[in-house]
């Protein structure tokens, strides 16, 4: 907590465990009672160092809805700014994700916001919102672009695939990022043809990690707006995308 407080962050989060995934029910249990004791005490060094910022709990509880609910009417009556879910995208199916997810998120208090940790891909950010979470955090975006595995509003590049060897098109067609306009006026080629990232990265030249997180980060950038339209219109529809190339 001081530490947070010396990094005047925006959002504290309380100290806790990310229970490993598998882990035994008694495992899960005291993993879970563990970060509970540790949020209170989070709660109770927040307020004694008088952070005016927001401190946010977790919800932990591995896989077991009963145990993720004993975390979250715990974390309720310590009355926190906002509430985040843990522990998911640590290695389980994604039909148990989800099903946790689908537990947890509508559970906690309306009026605050929900924070999903550590999550994930353009579907998992639907189903997250679709669940009424409000906020995502992830490195996966961006370490997979590093790596050549792009998100785009049309299915997910492998920009290291022979395919785009000689490909002079844009990243993505729709983006309007800098790595996918035109770098002059009255220049209709993009800045980066994928088959630019594509020999970069198959020299395994350091640039080569620089054209594809830009297009990704901007694909999310220009994805969340979407979501605050379409939410007050009723449900999201499913979030369909090719697979990868």
Not at 122 to 146: H, I
Request: hydrophobic residues 35%.
């Amino acid at each position: 907590m001081r530490i947070q407080a010396v990094l005047n962050s925006d959002i504290v989060m309380v100290f806790d465990e990310c229970t490993a995934y598998p882990s035994t029910r008694d495992q899960t249990a005291e993993s879970m009672r563990l970060s509970m004791r540790w949020a209170k005490r989070s709660k109770e060094e927040f307020r004694a160092l008088n952070n005016p910022n927001a401190l946010f709990g977790i919800v932990q509880g591995g896989m077991m809805e009963d145990l993720r609910q004993e975390s979250l009417e715990g974390l309720t009556e310590l009355d926190f700014h906002g509430y985040a879910i843990g522990g998911l995208s640590v290695g389980e199916p994604k039909e148990d994700m989800n099903r946790i997810l689908a537990f947890t998120a509508p559970r906690l208090p309306e009026h605050k916001p929900r924070y999903l940790m550590g999550v994930g891909t353009p579907e998992d950010l639907v189903e997250g919102v679709s669940q009424g979470v409000d906020m995502f955090d992830c490195v996966m975006p961006t370490r997979n672009a590093r790596n050549g595995w792009i998100f785009t509003r049309f299915g997910d590049i492998k920009i290291r695939n022979s395919r785009y060897r000689d490909d002079l098109g844009p990243i993505d067609e729709s983006c309007a990022c800098p790595a996918c306009t035109p770098r002059a006026h009255g220049d209709d080629r993009p800045a980066y043809s994928r088959s630019y990232p594509f020999h970069l990265q198959k020299v395994q030249e350091i640039l080569g990690a620089h054209p594809p997180p830009v297009n990704t980060l901007f694909f999310y950038w220009d994805l969340m707006p979407q979501f605050r339209e379409a939410t007050p219109q009723g449900p999201l529809a499913p979030c369909a995308r090719r697979s990868p190339e």
